[in-house]
């Protein structure tokens, strides 16, 4: 009989958990049930930096082609202010290295962000990553890049993709840019980009 009554009081708080409205949630600091609107918060993009000893590492491997960025969140509740990327090297023959590498998040970006935009995929040559942070002399002391977002359009698509600046002691060091054109040194959204042309 007891067992019996149990499972009837499960049986209705499921069904009552059911029916709630989608539109409510629980609030995670009061355990109330509050709106969804009262949680929405502004969506923001972050400066992001890459360590230079992930970059030696992809320069000193001759079989390192491209470098794919995915965005990434590791906390979905968080989202509109914690969104970074995460880095996959890949190999002349289309392998992807096992490990992805996290970008760490430098500062809020203060690009403004419109409407009807994408979010995809970014990628990069390393062969333009090396020119990033060369000159004539070689590999220049530098760590960390500094991927900055921006947009992209093409036809009337509007993409994000990322400029990428070389720094030393929190300084851009002007001189590694020297060796790529103007408006070349950054990633290239993916698709429409290929990364295995």
């Given at each position: 009989m ?12 499921l ?14 600091t ?5 709106s969804k ?8 993009l972050?400066n992001l930096?890459l ?6 590492g992809w ?11 995915t ?12 969104m970074?990327?995460s ?9 992807s290295?096992?490990v992805p590498?996290?970008l760490?998040?430098?500062?809020k ?10 979010l995809?995929n ?6 333009k990553i ?5 000159n ?7 760590d960390y890049?500094l991927?900055?977002p921006?947009?992209?359009t093409?036809q009337?698509?509007?993409y ?6 070389p720094y ?6 002007s001189?590694a ?6 408006g ?7 698709p429409?980009?290929?990364?295995w042309?």
């Amino acid at each position: 009989m007891k067992k019996t009554l149990l499972l009837s009081s499960f049986t209705i708080l499921l069904i009552l958990s059911c029916t709630r409205s989608r539109d409510d949630v629980n609030d995670p600091t009061g355990n109330t049930e509050v709106s969804k609107n009262n949680h929405q918060q502004d969506f923001a993009l972050n400066n992001l930096k890459l360590d230079a000893a992930t970059v030696k590492g992809w320069l000193s491997n001759e079989n390192v082609q491209n470098v794919v960025f995915t965005f990434f969140s590791k906390d979905l509740i968080s989202i509109g202010s914690n969104m970074t990327l995460s880095a996959y090297a890949y190999e002349k023959n289309g392998a992807s290295m096992p490990v992805p590498v996290l970008l760490e998040i430098s500062s809020k970006s203060s690009l403004q962000l419109q409407p009807d935009i994408t979010l995809p995929n970014n990628m990069v040559t390393i062969s333009k990553i090396r020119r990033m942070v060369s000159n004539e002399s070689g590999v220049v002391d530098f760590d960390y890049l500094l991927f900055e977002p921006k947009y992209y359009t093409l036809q009337s698509n509007t993409y994000i993709s990322y400029n990428i600046t070389p720094y030393k002691n929190g300084e851009p060091i002007s001189n590694a840019a020297s060796l790529v054109s103007g408006g070349e040194g950054g990633t290239n959204p993916s698709p429409p980009a290929d990364p295995w042309p």
